[in-house]
């Protein structure tokens, strides 16, 4: 899914850059858990998963917008990345870890200090 990113933007590494120069450490592609999330931080049993607002559907955003065309295979495909979404934040909930969702939207420039600074007070609260 990396070729069709934005390549100016770079949702991850705005997170994890953030994070680093605020003193957390993490761990990237933590294969071994539930939906392989994109950050984890291990002492504060927190996975962080960046979404794409087309993607995942972020519902309400004016970045998800259904396409017009091919409207039913677009349908099932994103209900399906939904369900599974989920499905890993249930397990890994299940498992202890606390789940985080950044959509892709809230990074944007203008609003970007302010998801960090609300992602920063979820990780240690
Ligand atoms: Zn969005």
């Not at 396409?67 to 498992?95: G, H, M, T």
């Not at 959509?103 to 240690?124: A, G």
Request: glycine share 4%.
């Amino acid at each position: 899914m990396s070729c069709i990113r934005n390549k100016n933007t770079e949702p991850e590494q705005i997170v994890r850059g953030y994070l680093f120069s605020r003193g957390f450490r993490y761990r990237k592609n933590y294969k071994s858990l539930p939906g392989h999330p994109d950050i984890v931080l291990p002492k504060y049993k927190t996975c962080i998963f960046i979404n794409g607002c087309f993607w995942h559907k972020h519902e309400g955003c004016k970045y998800f917008v259904w396409p017009k065309s091919n409207s039913e295979f677009w349908y099932k495909k994103i209900e399906e990345n939904v369900k599974r979404d989920e499905a890993n934040y249930q397990r890994l909930k299940a498992l202890g870890w606390k789940v985080i969702v950044i959509w892709e939207c809230e990074l944007k420039k203008d609003v970007r200090d302010n998801t960090l600074k609300n992602v920063e007070k979820i990780i240690v609260e």
